[in-house]
């Protein structure tokens, strides 16, 4: 079960993050004592089996410590749900704010939450465990990011379904957020951890992480039609934006699945330009 | 096994924050260190808080970049290829963090499984590890849930599992009650005697240094102020005693030979301590334990030298290691 979902909330990002055949030889050789003398060096942890020992351990953390803030993602999302019901009243506006809410606890757990994570392992010196251990700087970016993802699948779900109640919205199509989640949780999760990871204190890592939030929340939840031009820019470079339409597409009776499609693929590519910026920034931060 | 040449490693100069006068200078916490260390043997680095140990074994396991220097471990340049280092030994660090929300088990069985191993093997040397180090009760409990002792000893089963001929210690029996600091102890000689495994130990406990060390490098302010088995570093000092006398209330200044005593002793708090050579520790002892003096006398021992005693008499800074 937690396999099928790791399967899900990274399958973007393999063919970014593994190295080339040709460029892992070459590693290889590299690794190569230059004399004789030298011992040989023990096997390397591969990238996959590593991924989900980090995926596993990570999300055997949420029963310690995450549980109380995923209930408090799911709150918040149908709490704001509940207070808009007084504002908008049905029709486009009510779908943009059940899609903003769904993906808003994406954007709480796995964009904050991750930030934060990652901002207290590199300033507490953890990471120096990861480091000392021959495992491929992806898998540790790449299983936390999956953890993350995967532990906004219950507050998503949730608030969705009661958003669909709340505002008599079709659930016939909610099957998409099989492809929602994953996806917009790749693109958070990847910035999250590229935040986190970069930020040179906890505390600003901290920072970043609320204000991606709350810019996800004002730009995601409220509907589009009723903001300025400029916010309507900076919308369009929020990348939970594309996971919240795509979504919001859905609740036609006949959706426009191109459409949808282009929305998860914006998705799919800043999941795969962020994780490999995070990745990037965990090996910087790692060896110093 | 490991050899390590003029290592130099500054840390820059940092500007206080807006508001505080603290300027931190740069610190040379390396400062052209070599060393070598043989197969099969346990190494200790003694020192004071900010000597430079954890700068030097960072750099040995290639978290940090020396400035200059070089590192050598089982033939393999460091230095060049610190990435390396995580294939050659196994590294227990000050801090827990990583670990802390994970069960005893699965930190165990994660790292071995990030160390390279199997599925299978890494549960199997888990359970192994886990019972070595009598671990099996506490096995299913986060270790931020432990005393700090345990969650030390949980962090400690993380370093064995996927064997490594190597073993870089920074610190490792902090916090530890007797039977854990044994448990620990006896795994290590057990992996000495069946495979040969070497072992680099930080330390600053010289009782620990002494029992468990083959041979020591006192570090100070970043340099290797000596190096010798624990025996032949005491030899250094062999003629002086030390002399700890501990006075009930104030010391009686006004018997001779006490007062003479005084201006040689390190006083804290209601303790003197002497270096002496035996025959006056002998005379201090006779005059101290008779008359007035023995009525003020709360304690008094007297030691052969200990290899605090030796940090002492090369120069060192006179606070900062710990005995027991």
């Not at chain 2, 970049?65 to 280092?85: N, T």
């Not at chain 2, 000893?153 to 916090?175: H, K, M, N, W, Y």
């Not at chain 2, 030390?242 to 009686?252: E, G, H, I, Q, S």
């Amino acid at each position: 079960m937690r396999q099928e979902r790791l399967g899900e909330g990274v399958s973007v990002v393999p063919a970014q993050a593994v190295p080339v055949p040709g460029a892992r030889d070459a590693l290889e050789a590299a690794a190569r004592p230059e004399d004789g003398r030298a011992a040989p060096l023990a096997p390397a942890a591969r990238l996959l089996p590593a991924l989900c020992a980090v995926y596993r351990a990570q999300l055997s953390r949420a029963r310690v410590a995450r549980i109380p803030l995923l209930f408090v993602a799911t709150f918040q999302s149908v709490g704001i749900m509940v207070l808009m019901r007084g504002v908008v009243d049905g029709g486009d506006e009510a779908r943009a704010v059940v899609s903003g809410a769904g993906v808003l606890v994406v954007a709480f757990v796995a964009l904050n939450l991750l930030a934060q994570y990652f901002g207290q392992l590199r300033a507490s010196g953890g990471l120096d465990h990861y480091a000392t251990l021959p495992v491929p700087p992806a898998a540790v970016v790449l299983g936390a990011a999956a953890a993350y993802a995967s532990f906004t699948v219950p507050g998503t779900v949730v608030t969705t379904v009661t958003g669909c109640l709340l505002f008599q919205l079709p659930m016939t199509h909610l099957w998409v957020l099989a492809a929602v989640i994953p996806l917009s949780g790749a693109a958070l999760a990847g910035l999250g951890a590229a935040l986190g990871l970069l930020a040179p204190r906890p505390e600003l890592a901290t920072l970043c992480g609320q204000l991606g939030m709350s810019a996800a929340l004002l730009l995601g939840v409220l509907p589009a039609e009723r903001l300025p031009a400029a916010i309507d820019y900076a919308r369009d470079l929020l990348p939970s934006t594309y996971g919240v339409e795509a979504l919001a597409a859905t609740f036609d009776a006949r959706p426009d699945w191109l459409a949808v499609a282009a929305d998860l693929g914006v998705c799919a590519a800043v999941g795969a330009l962020s994780l490999a910026i995070a990745t990037w920034a965990y090996r910087r931060a790692a060896t110093r | 096994m490991c050899a390590v040449r003029d290592l130099v490693k500054t840390y820059p100069a940092t500007r206080g924050r807006r508001g505080s006068e603290g300027r931190a200078p740069a610190v040379r916490a390396s400062d052209g260190i070599s060393l070598d260390v043989h197969r099969g043997e346990i190494f200790g680095l003694l020192g004071p808080n900010g000597a430079g140990k954890s700068t030097l074994v960072r750099q040995l396991t290639g978290l940090l970049r020396p400035d200059s220097g070089s590192i050598s471990v089982l033939g393999h340049d460091l230095v060049r290829h610190p990435e390396r280092a995580a294939r050659l030994l196994g590294y227990l660090g000050q801090e827990s963090t990583a670990l802390d929300e994970m069960t005893v088990a699965l930190a165990v069985e994660t790292t071995g499984r990030l160390r390279g191993l199997g599925a299978r093997e890494a549960r199997a040397e888990r359970d192994a590890v886990v019972d070595e180090l009598g671990l099996a009760d506490i096995a299913g409990r986060a270790l931020k849930k432990l005393s700090g002792g345990q969650r030390r000893l949980a962090c400690f089963a993380t370093v064995l599992i996927g064997e490594r001929s190597l073993l870089v210690l920074d610190e490792p029996t902090t916090g530890m009650d007797p039977v854990a600091r044994r448990a620990v102890w006896d795994a290590v000689d057990r992996r000495r005697a069946e495979r040969g495994a070497t072992v680099v130990l930080v330390t600053h406990n010289v009782l620990e240094a002494e029992s468990v060390l083959d041979r020591v490098a006192v570090i100070d302010r970043g340099r290797v102020i000596a190096c010798d088995t624990p025996g032949g570093l005491k030899d250094m000092v062999g003629e002086e005693v030390r002399l700890d006398l501990v006075w009930r209330d104030r010391p009686p200044l006004d018997v001779p030979e006490v007062a003479e005593l005084a201006s040689a002793a390190r006083v804290s708090g209601r303790r003197w301590t002497l270096r002496l050579p035996a025959d006056r520790a002998r005379a201090a002892v006779a005059a101290v334990t008779a008359g007035p003096a023995f009525a003020a006398l709360d304690d008094f021992t007297l030691a052969t030298p200990s290899l605090e005693d030796v940090y002492l008499a090369l120069g060192g800074r006179a606070e900062g290691l710990v005995k027991g």
